[in-house]
């Protein structure tokens, strides 16, 4: 026979539900249930949160590059136009 530190789960769920009946095998999973939602509920409002940051962020970063090429794209052309025009 096994010591208690080797006997597997379902051994160890079995005797408990013959000996104490099937109430007592789920005995505390309301607790550990009601314990756990808060950390669950913290970590989801933390991801949401992050990912609508991270997407404005990449929004950002997407339309100030945009700008940039565009305006100095502008510049540079404008430069070109002036000695251009200063050359003829």
């Known amino acids: 026979r096994r010591t208690r530190q080797q006997q597997s789960l379902w ?38 949160l992050r990912s609508r940051y991270m997407d404005n962020k990449r929004r950002k970063r997407a339309g100030l590059k945009g700008n940039i090429s565009s305006s100095g794209g502008k510049y540079h052309h404008g430069v070109v136009g002036n000695n251009v025009s200063s050359v003829e």
């Open 11 to 48: 051994t160890v769920m079995h005797r408990i539900a013959t000996d104490e009946g099937v109430s007592r095998l789920w005995n505390g999973t309301q607790t550990s249930l009601l314990l756990v939602s808060n950390p669950i509920i913290q970590h989801f409002v933390y991801e949401q």
